[in-house]
């Protein structure tokens, strides 16, 4: 199956025309609302109600990392920012389901505090997460120069991308034009090209206030984003691929600097090795001016079974 160039390109326009019509700050506050949990009548346990219009199969994992690191941070001292956090996504969430959070006070010191986070839905275990949390320090500094890379403008928009994939269909092109709350500029090498490295650059598509943590929400929940097509990108393949499954096992963040999600970041991605079901997929998340201001890893599972 394939599309002909007027056809990606008509499909192109209706994506851009669609995105414009849509009210950006409902899709971002929809977002945004991901993380007013609801204090639950014990101590430090937090809920978020099902959805009463569910959109995905599965929870997406950016959500539930996201989530599972505010409610942490509501139960640490004001004056301790995240610095890191590891995750374990255990069982697909239901957005037909609420979900129920339980975060467990392992560590206050006067420099660090430590949380780890539990998340259930129907009594069982989906997702774990735990985080660290620091005070303001001043140390040693260096870090990685982030690489030569296209600005912006000058990268494939979000509707282009999608539009050229012939295995997305138009109701799920449409819907991805509507719902997407950042605006999106992807580059990805071409097939056989040496270096598998690729990259986009991400802005939230309306304010969304001067909250630090929300800022550091919405990038943990943007850093689910692409990663795991790392270890797909060597094979020129894509999450819509036929017969390939794919799911993150693992997910490692580490937040260095503060972050505006309002302003251009870049997620700079590639994978280091792949094979036995999984793939490790790592990425560098710079501003525009080059600051890194995140790591991540994560492990994948990714199966390809071939149609029959």
Request: one cysteine or more; aromatic letters at 10%.
């Amino acid at each position: 199956m394939s599309l002909t160039p007027s056809e990606i390109q008509a499909r192109a326009d209706r994506a851009r025309a669609i995105h414009a019509a849509v009210d950006r700050e409902r899709v971002v506050r929809r977002v945004t609302k991901l993380f007013d949990l609801d204090v639950a009548e014990e101590p430090d346990e937090f809920t978020f109600p099902a959805f009463t219009k569910p959109m995905r199969q599965r929870i997406f994992g950016g959500q539930v990392i996201a989530q599972a690191m505010v409610a942490a941070a509501r139960t640490v001292d004001a004056g301790k920012g995240v610095h890191s956090l590891h995750a374990y996504f255990l069982r697909g969430g239901d957005e037909a389901k609420p979900l129920h959070f339980r975060v467990h006070r392992d560590f206050d010191g006067r420099s660090f505090a430590n949380r780890r986070v539990v998340v259930r839905q129907d009594g069982k275990v989906i997702f774990n997460l735990t985080a660290s949390f620091q005070a303001p320090e001043q140390g040693l500094s260096h870090q990685a120069p982030m690489p030569d890379l296209l600005p912006p403008e000058a990268c494939r928009d979000f509707g282009d991308v999608i539009a050229a994939d012939p295995l997305i269909d138009d109701a799920r092109l449409e819907q991805m034009a509507t719902n997407h709350p950042f605006e999106v500029r992807s580059y990805r090498p071409p097939a056989g090209a040496p270096s598998t490295m690729h990259y986009e650059w991400f802005r939230i598509a309306a304010p969304v206030g001067d909250d630090p943590l929300t800022h550091r929400a919405l990038l943990a929940y943007a850093s689910d984003m692409g990663l795991l097509s790392s270890a797909m990108v060597p094979h020129g393949l894509t999450w819509t691929q036929p017969g390939l499954f794919s799911t993150s096992l693992d997910h490692a963040m580490w937040f260095h600097d503060d972050i505006r999600v309002d302003e251009w970041f870049v997620y700079v991605m590639d994978s280091d090795w792949g094979g036995g079901g999984r793939g490790i997929n790592r990425g560098l998340i710079y501003r525009q001016d080059g600051t890194l201001i995140a790591s991540a890893v994560q492990e994948g599972l990714i199966r390809l079974v071939p149609p029959a």
